[in-house]
T-cell receptor, first 114, second 116 residues
Framework: GAGVSQSPRYKVAKRGQDVALRCDPISGHVSLFWYQQALGQGPEFLTYFQNEAQLDKSGLPSDRFFAERPEGSVSTLKIQRTQQEDSAVYLC????????????FGPGTRLTVT | AQKVTQAQTEISVVEKEDVTLDCVYETRDTTYYLFWYKQPPSGELVFLIRRNSFDEQNEISGRYSWNFQKSTSSFNFTITASQVVDSAVYFCALSPASGNTGKLIFGQGTTLQVKP
């Protein structure tokens, strides 16, 4: 497909479970971003990759959150020991470069922790 | 501090009315980029426009227009002759040139409802 894809689209996890969220960026896009969007709020930055290098993880809320992009394309956001406050939509975006380029967003994964 | 404020939480208009969505930003960077995104009910953020801090020229694209005023740190968005399909949440975002990420700092969003 031409756009950013994310899977699963919906995930329900019991508190304490680990989850893994996948992002397939647009082919050839160097930059990949993860954002967290709580209900009724704007997206908030989590982490950034340039190719396979994680250059900024300042937005990750705790050490339970971990992201990787081992081959510079597909990325996975992992949340360990999920808590109720982790319930949100997780958005992935890719971009051909940084800063002055627009980011193309995927449809998001809605995570509900019960 | 880097911050974007969209003071209007919800706006409701009747079709064919003009509507302006306000955006005020804060940054200490002299070089930065401003964006508007649309989030329809399907949830996927759609890019609308990007401006850099050195270009204060207003822009028009069809029914959409943007007014960038550096003196007041505002980047407002106007929809002329609104249509039902314009109903969505609209986000203004800031990307400072400092740092090495290009991450977007979003406002809280304005929900626009256009009634037939």
């Amino acid at each position: 497909g031409a756009g950013v894809s994310q899977s699963p689209r919906y995930k329900v996890a019991k508190r304490g479970q680990d989850v893994a969220l996948r992002c397939d960026p647009i082919s050839g896009h160097v930059s990949l971003f993860w954002y967290q969007q709580a209900l009724g709020q704007g997206p908030e930055f989590l982490t950034y990759f340039q190719n396979e290098a994680q250059l900024d993880k300042s937005g990750l809320p705790s050490d339970r959150f971990f992201a990787e992009r081992p081959e510079g394309s597909v990325s996975t956001l992992k949340i360990q020991r999920t808590q109720q406050e982790d319930s949100a939509v997780y958005l992935c975006a890719s971009s051909p470069g940084t800063k002055r380029y627009e980011q193309y967003f995927g449809p998001g994964t809605r995570l509900t922790v019960t | 501090a880097q911050k974007v404020t969209q003071a209007q939480t919800e706006i409701s208009v009747v079709e064919k009315e003009d509507v302006t969505l306000d955006c005020v930003y804060e940054t200490r960077d002299t070089t930065y980029y401003l964006f508007w995104y649309k989030q329809p009910p399907s949830g996927e953020l759609v890019f609308l426009i990007r401006r850099n801090s050195f270009d204060e020229q207003n822009e028009i694209s069809g029914r959409y227009s943007w007014n960038f005023q550096k003196s007041t740190s505002s980047f407002n968005f106007t929809i002329t002759a609104s249509q039902v399909v314009d109903s969505a949440v609209y986000f203004c975002a800031l990307s400072p040139a400092s740092g090495n990420t290009g991450k977007l700092i979003f406002g809280q969003g304005t929900t626009l409802q256009v009634k037939p």
